[in-house]
């Protein structure tokens, strides 16, 4: 916790640098994919990857990348049952053209850089929320609860830190969920490089396709 409390300030303050490297993002996402699916099997949890595009490559900080990635199914995981699925889905697209799977949902997309964009699907079949809940699960410190009222342990500012990565990489991050169906969180991320320093490049990484 002390950690994700010292990360959230960097980033609150403005003094988390952006360290870029140019990375295959669905190799990226699958390597996460691997880390995860032993972690949710254990708990009889099914986890699906999809990649609709294998060949997305793009500037992104990848520590920053893995914390996005590692809070959406941390909690996909900790906030499903046993025999529930999640399905994780890499794609490329216009924010414009995306529909969330549920009818509740919000949208932080209002500081994204126009254009094609990267774009990471994480759904589950958990306890959901309802609508009321949605725009407040960004705030620090807020805890999604259970269907039986209780509180799930944490630090509750995992989707604070991440809404603050996306925003650092001026991409947006969407949520939808119906209680008792699931809960759906969309990453879309611009593969333009346009916002980035030169000093924020890094390291270019050959990819493999």
Known sequence: MVNELLDFHR?????????????SIPEYVS????EFKGWAEASDIHVNLQIDNPEIGMWIDPEHFGKIL????SNSIRYSHAGSEINIQVAKGYVNDIVPRYKDSFWNTKDMIPGEQAIIRVSDTGIGMEKAVLPTIFKRFHQV???TGKQHTGSGIGL????????????????SSKP????????ALPI???????????EEKVLSY
């Open 11 to 23: 980033v609150e303050v403005k003094s988390a640098q952006l360290r870029t490297t140019y990375t």
């Open 31 to 34: 390597d996460i994919y691997e």
């Open 70 to 73: 590692s809070n959406i199914l």
């Open 145 to 147: 609860q259970n269907n």
């Open 160 to 175: 604070s830190l991440v809404k603050s990565l996306i925003e650092l990489h001026h991409g947006g991050i969407i949520i």
């Open 180 to 187: 008792d169906a699931g809960t759906e969180v969309i990453i």
């Open 192 to 202: 333009s490089d346009t916002y980035l320093a030169k000093e924020e490049k890094i």
